[in-house]
């Protein structure tokens, strides 16, 4: 599965941006794709995720509420809206994707694809 993340910027505090991330390779319905962040000097942190499947999603608390994250299979495509937008956003975006094949499972950790990362910054 490669994966290609576009759609980062500079924005104003306050703003929208929407992120997106093409997949190709095999993807099925079994598969969660999710979000991820990272400043310098910090850990990569999860920010969100859907099951490709029944669409379920997964968010981080910092972004409930302000973002949303969306499916299209048809295209396979995962997309990220973010709004209200704050300066600790500021990161690189990743986005990623694991299979789900065990019911013991979580959204945050596990996944074995990455995308290239995608630059936010929000200009307070």
């Known amino acids: 599965v490669q994966l290609q993340a576009s759609g980062g910027g500079l924005v104003q505090a306050g703003g929208s941006l929407r992120l997106s991330c093409a997949a190709s390779?095999?993807?099925?319905?079994?598969?969660?794709m999710g979000w991820f962040r990272q400043v310098p000097g910090k850990e990569r942190e999860f920010v969100a995720a859907?099951?490709?499947?029944?669409?379920?999603?997964y968010y981080a608390d910092s972004v409930k509420g302000r973002f949303t994250i969306s499916r299209d299979n048809a295209e396979n495509t995962v997309s990220l809206q973010m709004s209200s937008l704050k300066s600790e956003d500021t990161a690189v975006y990743y986005c990623a994707a694991r299979a789900v094949s065990s019911i013991l499972w979580t959204p945050t950790s596990g996944y074995d694809y990455w995308g290239q990362g995608t630059q936010v910054t929000v200009s307070s």
């Open positions: 390779g095999r993807t099925s319905s079994s598969y969660v």
């Open positions: 859907i099951t490709l499947g029944s669409g379920r999603t």
